[in-house]
């Protein structure tokens, strides 16, 4: 048996616990297309009170709920507001013209974040020319932000502003509750400045598939009918319903735990020689750091982490992205931090070799 491998790359990594795969093994199910799998339904109404909400539907992944919702908000030919770096615009291969024949509006935050003042005009007047300004999305905690919790009253004063001007507001929750446990302002609050709201099951929750478009009862009828569309309706899902119902109702508070080993990771990569973090003090489970020059690129850095035992992602030509999960305990990121320093001065004595 090798050296126990400490896997950073995503929090989507973690395999469900024993009791999460008993609660899946002993799901009461049905056919949920026609409507009948009564552990779909209880998800569905759970997350639905959770954000205080109508309705909700499951959903397989969090790129499908976010991509209902826009077709739910918007016509071909109708444009939306994001933030430059959110998950919709970057990691959905442009699902949203596509599949919807939408365009996006995109705005330059900072580490995710956006403001009132930067929006204000980008509503497009009424004109056969234009395409028509219909929908505001924002992220929550924000992905490629370092985990970035937006501001409440960032986001009141945003959806205020969406609202005065007749447009519909989405919340990209795919790690909403992480932001939920580091502000102890609860999932309700947060989701009641939104039309529909997303949250993933299968991040730091651990559920093992899944995500839930929360909303209207009238929106979320017209998500059932999307949903099939875009070949998302399942059968016998309450047994991976089970596993995300699990994880709501057993793993959300633990998340302080991940927010928790993330700063103490951060803490150690502060004192390393040639790794600046862009966030001394992440939010929550994220946190990026970039790589001096002098000890490679991200992916050669990133090589020799996985060689000593440690995995994470490149984000580009020098940055790393690093994310703890319930699989990861504090005495894995003690392990990590000091393997991290190890390959960092392996790498200044190599690059010092090759110069003499």
Known sequence: MGARVIDLRSDTVTKPTAE??????????????????????????????????????????????????????????????CETDCHIYNYEQGAFAQLSGVVAKTVCGQHGVITVAQVQNLIRP??????????????????????????LDGIESLCEWARSHGLATHL?????????????IDAQTWAS??????????????????????????????????????GGGMRQSGIIAAGGLYALQHHVDRLAEDHANAKLLANRIKDVNGLELISDSPDT??????????????????????????????????RLRALTHLDVTSEDVEQAAKIIAEVAAECRTAGVTSSV
Request: proline share 3%.
């Open 172 to 184: 990209d929750g795919a790690r909403l509750f992480n932001a939920v446990v580091a502000t102890g």
């Open 126 to 151: 009424t004109n056969d020319h234009l395409v028509r300004t219909r929908l505001l999305c924002l992220e929550n905690t924000h992905n490629r932000g370092g985990g970035r919790i937006l501001p």
């Open 193 to 230: 400045h939104f039309d529909t709201v997303s949250i993933c099951l299968s991040k730091g929750l651990g559920a093992p598939v899944g995500s839930v478009l929360a909303g209207s009862r009238e929106h979320m009828a017209e998500a059932r009918r999307h949903r099939k569309l875009f």
């Open 285 to 318: 489970n994220i946190l990026f750091f970039d790589v001096d020059p002098s000890l490679g690129t991200a992916t050669e850095f990133q090589t020799r982490l996985r060689e000593a035992g440690v995995l994470m992602l490149t984000e580009s030509k020098v």
């Open 20 to 81: 999460m795969r008993t609660a899946m093994a002993d799901a009461e199910v049905g056919d949920d297309v026609i409507g009948c799998d009564p552990t779909v339904a209880r998800l569905q109404d759970y997350v639905a009170e959770l954000l205080g909400k109508e309705a909700a539907v499951f959903m397989p992944s969090g790129s499908m709920t976010n991509q209902v919702a826009i077709r739910i908000h918007c016509k071909p030919g109708d444009e939306f507001i």
